[in-house]
């Protein structure tokens, strides 16, 4: 199974849970990520490149699958206005055994967080705008990949 | 050479002012440095938007690639900051 | 917040995740063990040590609360019959960034496999018996985590 | 030398026949591994639940130790295969 999906609407992780615990397998791992409140956010915009983000997120998916014997993999993310405690990403993945799954969960979200074109905008209580920078850590923590492919 | 479908996205887009253009750049612009040079030309915000290339980043057809690339054959080149998706 | 339960009741990864999510992080990680039904196991019965069980989970997460910065941490055990498909164990965790999230659900799963006081007993449909045996690769799996501790 | 509350579990408690059993070992019995030979003279159960000590594991007062561990003082002494829980 590998459920990809690029979307506006909100997700309930506890039903893609559920999709993936069903596949037989004897651990599921997932990763969500939420809109920070920090400074005075009241808003998060996810812009990202339509025609570009659903292959982007598959070719990471097909990695995923070479390297770990999964059962399914899920990945979502939103895009579109975002409000603090919103999630914007999920990652799921189903697996007979534990290591796998909780590996490939690691390394989807390093590598979407790099290889996804999307892009965030913070929008603060003050008016103030400001296009979120990439954390350092973030590239190193998709290249600590690249050693073990 | 064809015309060429560009894409900015982010504070590219914003400081280019539009999200999308079509170009047909002359002979000898032959990489995608070469285009990202002569597309600074195009405007006072062209010029903004491509001042440090080093902050950007670009997909010919949807692939990421970096600034050597040959442009020869791109339907579509995107420009962009780094993702911060995820 | 910490949430350690030992139980023989069902539970629900969407809102154990729900409640994680809601304490301000920017990440929650878990991870849901499920009984597997191969070579016709019709029950898994998880027999534990009641009076040990509880206070051996708390020392696992307050290692893993020692070794990483988590906004909240929920372990979930469950004891008695289960079968096939059912839930047994969940790990979630809350962090404000990804990395202590994942590394810490990865952490404690690892640990609760080999420090917490649970066995397990398969029956099959041809009606043999057997306790399972640890898998060589779990005390490895623990041991991983003593390099980086 | 005091009483000490036995608890075996998984198949050491099958072998062994029941799950708890008090026990007062006699002086000399001073680390587990003496108390594991101790013990499985007491039934045939016993000698066959301890008889592959590597098989074993334990935990004094719910804490878990080796089988070079002293017992004095203990109250309560847990024998069991590896766990397998998670």
Do not use: N
Not at chain 1, 137 to 148: E, F, I, K, L, S
Not at chain 2, 7 to 35: H, S
Not at chain 2, 70 to 84: K, S
């Amino acid at each position: 199974m590998r459920d990809i999906r690029v979307q506006i609407e909100r997700f309930d992780p506890g039903e893609e849970l559920a999709r993936l615990e069903a596949l037989g397998g004897g651990g599921v791992a997932s990763f969500t990520g939420i809109v920070r409140g920090e400074g005075g956010l009241v808003e998060l915009l996810l812009e990202h490149h339509p025609g570009m983000t659903a292959q982007a997120m598959a070719r990471i998916a097909v990695e995923a699958e070479r390297r770990w014997p999964l059962l399914g993999l899920t990945l979502i993310h939103r895009h579109g206005p975002l409000a603090p405690g919103e999630r914007i990403v999920f990652v799921g993945t189903a697996a007979m055994h534990r290591g796998p799954a909780l590996e490939a969960s690691a390394f989807l979200i390093d590598w979407l967080k790099t290889a996804a074109p999307f892009w965030k905008r913070e929008r603060f209580a003050d008016g103030r705008e400001a296009w979120v920078e990439p954390r350092a850590g973030d590239a190193a923590a998709a290249a600590r990949w690249d050693d073990q492919g | 050479m064809a015309a060429i479908e560009m894409l900015y996205f982010a504070w590219v887009r914003e400081a280019v002012g539009t999200g999308a253009e079509t170009v047909t750049p002359p002979e000898g612009v032959a990489t995608l440095g070469d285009l990202v040079g002569w597309l600074s030309g195009r405007s006072p915000g062209h010029a903004t938007a491509f001042a440090e290339p080093h902050r950007l980043r670009a997909a010919i057809d949807q692939d990421f690639v970096d600034f050597a690339a040959p442009i020869a054959g791109a339907r579509e080149i995107a420009l962009f900051p780094p993702v911060t998706g995820g």
